[in-house]
């Protein structure tokens, strides 16, 4: 057992975890914040995503105690008290859910893709060939991906806005 | 139609909760005191338990307590079932194997459990499964339907000599040999229906709680049907009474048939939560949902068409061979005979069918319905048939298939299905008009002048929904009715709760059944409140999967509905002094028409709940409750046409465009319909180009994981151009006929078709991999 002191959605955490424990299993179990999912045992599905020091990570694929220090957020971090973070408000008004498994994961990813581009400037647009390709390793049932690819543009927009407006 | 009233595309109300990661599935709940169980899965597909040897693992740190298949059977919980008879052409019943939840003797697929650890926590659970040491007798095992009914195959069960679990015939053979005898041109084709996995994205679960004071049994699970989960509990598996016994399917994490069956995981994790007096919690893991959720398709098909000489069919005969794994999972038996065989008209007039359907045993996962259920299998038999008859005929496919289209309803076809409405050619003109299909020689000509290979492919789908009507389910073997039933509780402040059989993983009845108020009442649908999902709250329901939820479950709702508004127009008039004929709904006031009277919908509730003034002799309260059965199946159909390029270098498949025209009947709320479609076509897309199980010949699943099974990406799939075409469905008084299988039913022969025409050759069997098609047109 080991102490792992992190940030998680802005506020100081200190857990006792074993040295084998996944983050999303300190996030889930110790933390009690279930909103991270977990949708397979190989990295492969994206359900587990949030971010760490604002960078979107599969949560299964690291160990808790690799994050400490660190800053993480999780999907219950990102809306400002009851405002949306504009990326949820974007899945909500594109239905780009269904089952809600893949959501919260499939959100943070998003969030992650439309920053990357945002961040390159002008020459960061997003279009839905790359919002396609950069949702790989993100895998929806239900949705088919098309109103979630339609749900990250509109976002991209909308976090635009946002920005310009910060 | 209020804003949020019928055919308004409202935002779902259950979101918010989704997408603020605050949904509460079942590996999400903590009980005080509970323990975590990890299975021991056999490793061998067929094999003898000589011994299982537990002690070192129960010596080790947490473990409460380590249960075998033994102690299950001794404790006589039931053997699993199939809840659906099915009789051979001779008359004999079906060969059900005995399937107890944990085996004490025989192994019979890679996956099955034999033993369950239960310990402190999950980790303690899973090192100590590491110190069970079984001792197994490997036997000989059959994996695939070729090598079961081989002669000297391995036998699985002693009740189906040759694995055979029945061989049923649908329709009449000696007309339609006559018809084959008298044909023109005879068109067949032999087809493999590749076998699937759900891989819904939430994993099973299950937390058993006992509660010895009232000796009171709750299951939480992942499930589809919490009602039918909680009979066949109690009245089959000898787990616990049905009024001991409460089963909640809280937030589901999509289920797509995968989640309507009881599994072993949930019987064991109640019996034991008695055996430790504790409550204890089964997460599976993917590889586990690989191994234990059941499997869907499975086909080896030959099939044959007869054409007169004016390419008018004349007759179908087809012959499948199914497999259904290692044992019958519970509605498995129906999927390749009723839910199949009786599809196999599709849109068009066939005089003559006849279908012969042998299902076997295999030492695999076991089988049973998946997204669309027999009518995917059907509608690609029947889709493939069409557009390689138009190929040999050298007739245009689409207009082979108006040709044959049935055009007068209602129709009864030889297959007992009676259609009740449809118009195809409105569909399939939608389709062609969207695609441009005039244009595609051109488009053809010039991609193939840049070096591409472009195909164009046509599905004209079909299916039946809104399972059932009870008796007609009820006389072809089903162990259930599936009727569907709901109350609607006005509360004394007039909000309302409408309580539903139907359940929610993902379809958005949360919205859509609030609508169906709005509309009635002309109140907000925030007013309205959804419980489902328990059957502590819900008096019965039947659960949903087959496109049932509006089709029965709404009008169940309806149902319910006129009875509260009939009662509320009673009180209002004697609230108006009016007379109650006069009474009209509106805005969510009661009006007295041609006044300006009226009273609003919570006083009329408060009345009906202070009972100061209510009509002599009405019984207080304002909720009412109904069962609805319906009288029909529900036909949904469309046209589906992709249009895609390949690339021979490397057998790639790119889309150029996917058009689906759709006749669901009255649409509820488009914007989820739509997305219903969408994530069905990603499925039949998924089944055509990139899905399937894969087992090696000793039975090992080789596509256990997301590494291995490929799953379809954002990156696999293009946007789709939706349309729709109306026919209201005569059969429910919402004229609505489902949507959430189409999708899966219709995709994969449009994409098949495509292929086989881009590279010129029809053989070309699902999934459509680059290898595969490389192969296809290098040879």
């Known amino acids: ?166 | 139609m209020g804003v949020e009233g019928i055919g308004a595309s409202v935002v779902r109300k259950e979101d918010r909760r989704f997408i603020t990661g605050k949904g509460r599935y079942v590996d999400d709940i903590k009980l005080v005191g509970m323990t975590y169980a990890h299975f021991i899965r056999s490793p061998h597909a067929h094999a003898k338990v000589k011994s299982i040897d537990a002690s070192a693992a129960k010596k080790m740190p947490g473990v409460v307590d380590v249960l075998t298949g033994k102690q299950i059977v001794d404790d006589k919980v039931g053997n699993l079932i199939c809840g659906w008879a099915i009789t051979s052409k001779d008359g004999s019943p079906m060969k059900m194997g005995a399937w107890p939840a944990m085996a004490p003797e025989t192994v019979r697929f890679v996956g099955q459990a034999v033993a369950v650890v239960i310990a402190e926590t999950k980790n303690q659970a899973r090192d100590a499964a590491e110190a069970v040491v079984v001792n197994y007798e490997e036997l000989p095992a059959a994996a695939d339907i070729r090598a079961a009914i081989k002669p000297g195959a391995p036998q699985l069960h002693p009740e189906a000599p040759g694995n055979v679990i029945y061989d049923w015939t649908i329709g009449e053979e000696a007309a339609t040999d006559a018809a084959f005898k008298a044909a023109a041109n005879v068109v067949s084709l032999d087809i493999t229906n590749n076998r699937l996995v759900p891989n819904a994205m939430e994993p099973r679960a299950a937390i058993g709680e006992y509660n010895e004071a009232e000796e009171h049994f709750t299951l939480y699970t992942t499930s589809q049907n919490p009602h039918v989960a909680r009979l066949v509990l109690s009245a089959f598996y000898n787990i616990a009474q049905e009024h001991k016994l409460r089963v909640v399917a809280p937030d589901v994490g999509g289920g797509f048939g995968s989640k309507i069956f009881i599994y072993p995981e949930e019987m064991v994790a109640l019996w034991a939560s008695k055996k430790v007096r504790r409550p204890v919690k089964w997460t599976g893991d993917r590889s586990e949902a690989f191994l234990t959720d059941a499997h869907g398709r499975d086909h080896l098909t030959k099939a044959e068409l007869a054409f007169d000489k004016d390419n008018k069919i004349t007759g179908l005969r087809v012959k499948t061979y199914a497999n259904l794994g290692a044992y019958m999972s519970l509605f498995s038996s129906s999927v390749p005979t009723y839910l199949y065989a009786t599809l196999l008209s599709g849109q068009y007039n066939i005089p003559n069918i006849f279908a012969e359907v042998i299902s076997v045993y295999t030492n695999t996962t076991p089988v049973d319905a998946y997204r669309g259920a027999g009518r995917p299998e059907a509608s690609f038999v029947v889709e493939r048939l069409m557009e390689t008859a138009a190929r040999q005929l050298k007739v245009d496919p689409a207009e082979l298939r108006r040709k044959n289209f049935i055009t007068q309803f209602p129709h009864q076809t030889p297959v007992i299905m009676a259609y009740d409405i449809g118009d195809f050619g409105a569909s399939l003109d939608s389709a062609m008009k969207a695609i441009d299909y005039a244009g595609f020689p051109a488009r053809k000509a010039k991609a193939k002048s840049e070096g591409k290979l472009r195909g164009l492919g046509v599905s004209c789908y079909i299916e039946a929904c809104g399972i059932a009507p009870s008796k007609a389910v009820g006389s072809l073997g089903a162990g259930v009715g599936l009727w569907e039933s709901a109350e609607v509780r006005v509360n004394p402040v007039g909000t309302i709760e409408i309580l539903t059989g139907s359940h929610s993983h993902g379809q958005g009845h949360e919205t859509t059944f609030c609508q169906l108020v709005a509309e009635r009442l002309g109140v907000p649908i925030s007013q309205v409140q959804i419980v489902h999902g328990d059957t502590d709250k819900v008096q019965f329901g039947m659960g949903t999967y087959g496109s049932r939820s509006a089709a029965v479950g709404l009008t169940a709702i309806l149902k319910a509905m006129e009875k509260v508004e009939a009662k509320a127009k009673k009180i209002a008039a004697h609230q108006l002094e009016a007379s109650e004929n006069d009474i009209v709904i509106e805005n969510g006031e009661f009006k007295v028409t041609g006044t300006d009277k009226s009273i609003a919908l919570p006083m009329v509730a408060l009345a009906a709940y202070t009972a100061h003034n209510l009509p002599d002799g009405m019984e207080p309260g304002l909720k009412e409750g109904a069962f609805y059965d319906p009288t029909n199946f529900t036909f949904p159909a469309g046209a589906y046409i992709c249009e895609l390029e390949v690339d021979s270098a490397t057998g790639k498949t790119s889309f150029v465009n996917f058009v689906a025209a759709d006749d669901f009947g009255r649409l509820i709320n488009p914007m989820i319909v739509e997305g219903q479609v969408h994530g069905g076509l990603a499925q039949g897309i998924g089944q055509a180009l990139l899905e399937g199980a894969v087992y090696d010949s000793s039975g090992q699943l080789v596509t256990a994981s997301f590494m291995d099974y490929t799953m379809p990406r954002a990156d696999d799939l293009p946007s789709f151009k939706l349309s729709h075409t109306t026919t209201l469905c005569p059969g429910n008084p919402l004229g609505v006929k489902g949507c959430g299988e189409a999708g899966a039913i219709g995709a994969s022969a449009a994409v098949i078709n495509a292929i086989t025409d881009a590279i010129g050759n029809n053989k070309l069997e699902m999934p459509a991999t680059p290898d595969r098609v490389w192969h296809a047109i290098h040879g």
Do not use: W
């Open chain 1, 1 to 166: 057992m080991s102490t792992v002191k992190l940030t998680v959605n802005g506020k100081a955490v200190s857990a006792e975890v074993e040295d084998r424990t996944l983050l999303v299993h300190l996030l889930r179990e110790q933390l009690n914040l279930t909103g991270t999912h977990v949708g397979c045992d190989t990295s492969q599905c994206g359900s587990c995503v949030v971010h760490i020091d604002g960078k979107a990570v599969k949560s299964c694929t690291v160990l808790a105690g690799q994050a400490a220090g660190s800053n993480v957020t999780t999907i219950e971090g990102i809306s400002k008290g009851d405002e949306l973070h504009p990326m949820q408000a974007a899945f909500r008004d594109n239905h780009g859910l269904q089952c809600g498994y893949c959501t919260p994961g499939m959100i943070m990813s998003a969030i992650d893709i439309v920053n990357r581009h945002h961040s390159q400037g002008s020459g960061g647009k997003l279009d839905e060939a790359t919002v396609r390709h950069e949702l790989e390793g993100n895998i929806c049932r239900c949705t088919g991906y098309h109103n979630i690819v339609k749900s990250v543009l509109d976002a991209a927009g909308r976090m635009k806005v946002a920005q310009a407006a910060e």
